[in-house]
């Protein structure tokens, strides 16, 4: 099981359902997501801001990978 699964399992129904709806509306159209910033140094690499959560993803020759989603701490941006 990959890191984002066992994060995603580790959520209330609540906070699954929000977190399934904005991944979803990522690899629908990107833009349209609130709290989107480009990460400064990285070229094809984004985050979205959820509270104290944040999705990492990465935007390469016109598809889409969700690389983390994490707590912001220390360790966030580390090892991207």
């Known amino acids: 099981m990959d890191k984002i699964q066992k ?13 399934l709806l904005i991944m979803e509306q990522i690899k629908k159209d990107y833009k349209k997501v609130p709290h989107i910033r480009k990460l400064v140094g990285k070229d094809y690499m984004y985050r ?9 993803f990465e935007i390469k020759s016109n598809s889409i990978k969700i ?8 360790k966030t941006y580390k090892d991207l």
């Open 7 to 19: 994060f995603l399992n580790k959520l209330s129904s609540k906070e699954l359902s929000i977190f």
């Open 48 to 56: 979205v801001r959820i509270g104290k959560y944040r999705i990492i």
């Open 67 to 74: 690389i983390k989603i994490s707590k912001r701490d220390d």
